[in-house]
Nanobody, 125 residues
Framework: QVQVVESGGGLVQAGGSLRLSCTAS??????????MGWFRQAPGQEREGVLC????????VYADSVKGRFTISRNAAKNTTYLQMNSLKPEDTAMYHC????????????????WGHGTQVTVSS
């Protein structure tokens, strides 16, 4: 049974920081053979790819609005990926989901096999 669990969301003032975590378990492929992406969806808006880290540790930014503010990292031994979010803005408010797929990153959520239920991030002005 594959489980993907996000944590770390919450309410923060504009300019603040949060670190989201995502841990996957039960994957058929080894911990160094998967990619993990972060997506977000605000009410009434489409899901948006944010950042992804692939099997080799290389990251890809999909949302221009987070460049220079958000970074992604991983602890392969713990099957955990982190999304560090700095200089948060009210427009970053959304439900953040992580998802995993084999090896390579993709900006399309349809390419991911397993999803977490999400963690809410709310940024107040």
């Amino acid at each position: 049974q594959v489980q993907v669990v996000e944590s770390g969301g919450g309410l923060v003032q504009a300019g603040g920081s949060l670190r989201l975590s995502c841990t996957a378990s039960g994957l058929r492929y080894t911990s160094d053979n998967y990619a993990m992406g972060w997506f977000r969806q605000a009410p009434g808006q489409e899901r948006e790819g944010v950042l992804c880290i692939n099997w080799s540790g290389a990251s890809t930014v999909y949302a221009d609005s987070v460049k220079g503010r958000f970074t992604i990292s991983r602890n392969a031994a713990k099957n955990t990926t982190y999304l560090q979010m700095n200089s948060l803005k009210p427009e970053d408010t959304a439900m953040y989901h992580c998802a995993t797929r084999f090896r390579l990153c993709s900006g399309s959520g349809r390419d991911y096999s397993y999803w977490g239920h999400g963690t809410q991030v709310t940024v107040s002005s």
